[in-house]
T-cell receptor
Framework: DGGITQSPKYLFRKEGQNVTLSCEQN?????MYWYRQDPGQGLRLIYY???????QKGDIAEGYSVSREKKESFPLTVTSAQKNPTAFYLC????????????FGDGTRLSIL | QKEVEQDPGPLSVPEGAIVSLNCTYS??????FMWYRQYSRKGPELLMY????GNKEDGRFTAQVDKSSKYISLFIRDSQPSDSATYLC?????????????FGTGTRLQVFP
């Protein structure tokens, strides 16, 4: 079945530690996205990538980094500079064509130890 | 003022009821409108995707867009306990070379037997 796989499902970070969240898709989509979801707030865009080896900052990129070395993969690193990292992180993808909907993975919940 | 406003609920209804979920928005540049369903600890699942003003029906779900009032709705007929979830509206406008989705905060729906 085609879809988006996020791992791990749960992740714990110690103070001063960088952690990397995995996102893999087999939908042959060109565009991939990372969102953060907090209680009482809508999804907020962290980074997005329309094509391999290219990515753009979203609305809340500070303290995060990404790479897009392969079409299928778009990992997100939460760095120690992100002071409030506890949240539900969602990866999405789309064809990249104009006005096509985004499809989501099942998320990674990150907590601070 | 947020670009997209959505009542967080919870909305509690008996099985078989007709459910009406709504979002208002302020940006007249929004062109495409989506409804996602999100179960607890899962990623959002695309339910409906509409463009122009008017109605779009898919099974028990009807999406309605009124661009003149900047108001969208999702109706669920013959609601089932399995419809209990959070419903997110999302809208897109062209941002740079890609579409940015702006999400509502979500309405939590509970359908009791």
């Amino acid at each position: 079945d085609g879809g988006i796989t996020q791992s791990p499902k749960y992740l714990f970070r110690k103070e001063g530690q960088n952690v990397t969240l995995s996102c893999e898709q087999n939908l042959n989509h060109d565009a991939m996205y990372w969102y953060r979801q907090d209680p009482g707030q809508g999804l907020r865009l962290i980074y997005y990538s329309q094509i391999v080896n290219d990515f753009q900052k979203g609305d809340i990129a500070e303290g995060y980094s990404v790479s897009r070395e392969k079409k299928e993969s778009f990992p997100l690193t939460v760095t120690s500079a992100q002071k409030n990292p506890t949240a539900f992180y969602l990866c999405a993808s789309s064809t990249g064509l104009r006005n096509q909907p985004q499809h989501f993975g099942d998320g990674t919940r990150l907590s601070i130890l | 003022q947020k670009e997209v406003e959505q009542d967080p609920g919870p909305l509690s209804v008996p099985e078989g009821a007709i459910v009406s979920l709504n979002c208002t928005y302020s940006n007249s540049a929004f062109q495409y409108f989506m409804w996602y369903r999100q179960y607890s600890r899962k990623g959002p699942e695309l339910l409906m995707y509409t463009y122009s003003s008017g109605n779009k029906e898919d099974g028990r779900f009807t999406a309605q867009v009124d661009k003149s009032s900047k108001y969208i709705s999702l109706f669920i007929r013959d609601s089932q306990p399995s419809d209990s979830a959070t419903y997110l509206c999302a809208m897109s406008s062209r941002g740079g070379n890609t579409d940015k989705l702006i999400f509502g905060t979500g309405t939590r729906l509970q359908v009791f037997p």
